[in-house]
């Protein structure tokens, strides 16, 4: 897929992975559309002016699915269609299981993968009509390998993927590619806050001993997008970390 004046929707856009993700598009001449749960600044919309496409701030709940309509809906309408969407949005809940609530467990579940079902069924039906587009969803190495204190947000991810793989086959005749991104540490926010002798942990696990960035995934999205003959796969970007021996 030729990325120039396509249309991209980015869920979670506002910061870290999924902020670098849409201004890598842009960047290519894609029109995106920002999304977050609150109203998206000015100064923000105004850091993709000199890209030259159009940018649209669309504020929204993903776990709610006639809000995930009638988002997909206003960005249908602005732009004409949407080629390429990207299920970034996701939150965390950390805590052991014995400490875990059904609440805790569930409200990750509700946003990290009920909020991309809401979302991919909500853009599928034109896109299989098109006959062309892509979806990327935003998993985790915790959802290939799980983590501790992390089987609300594990579980989430690796649904992700499972829910990708399939509709993938569902909808391949069609010529709509479903992939994911399974992201290891990324150097974010969450990340500057965690105390250097856990991040010293941290990186003992990764072959390249060095944390990711969010420009680095937001390159593996771009090239999931355009790839016209790659459906249905996973793509850990990880430094190693989950490599098969």
């Known amino acids: 897929m030729e990325l120039k004046s396509k249309n991209v929707f980015v869920t979670g856009s506002t910061r870290g992975i999924g902020?670098?993700?849409a201004h890598k598009f842009a960047s290519l001449g894609a029109n995106v559309v920002l999304n977050g749960r609150s109203a998206i600044s000015q100064e923000l919309l105004d850091s993709f002016k000199d890209y030259g496409v159009t940018v649209l701030a669309i504020s929204g709940d993903i776990s709610d699915s006639q809000d995930a309509k009638r988002m997909v809906a206003e960005a249908t309408e602005a732009l004409g269609s949407i080629d390429v969407l990207v299920n970034n949005a996701g939150i965390t809940n950390d805590k052991l299981m014995l400490k875990m609530t059904e609440e805790d467990f569930e409200s990750v579940l509700k946003i990290n993968l009920t909020g991309a079902f809401n979302m991919t069924q909500a853009v599928l039906k034109p896109m299989s009509k098109a006959r062309q587009g892509a979806i990327i969803n935003m998993s985790s190495v915790v959802g290939?390998?799980?983590?501790?204190?992390?089987?609300?947000?594990?579980?989430?991810?690796?649904?992700?993927i499972g829910?990708?793989?399939?509709?993938?086959?569902?909808?391949?005749?069609?010529g709509v590619r479903v992939n994911a991104i399974a992201p290891g540490f990324i150097e974010s926010d969450m990340t500057d806050a965690i105390p250097e002798k856990m991040k010293d942990a941290m990186l003992v696990q990764i072959p390249m001993k060095a944390f990711g960035q969010p420009e680095q995934v937001a390159d593996v999205?771009?090239?999931?997008?355009?790839?016209?003959?790659?459906t249905g796969q996973v793509i850990a970007i990880d430094g190693g970390m989950t490599m098969n021996g």
Request: aromatic residues 10%.
């Open 19 to 21: 902020l670098a993700i």
């Open 144 to 160: 290939l390998v799980g983590n501790v204190g992390q089987a609300n947000y594990a579980a989430s991810k690796a649904g992700l």
């Open 163 to 174: 829910f990708t793989k399939s509709v993938a086959r569902e909808v391949a005749a069609r």
């Open 221 to 230: 999205t771009v090239f999931l997008a355009s790839q016209e003959y790659l």
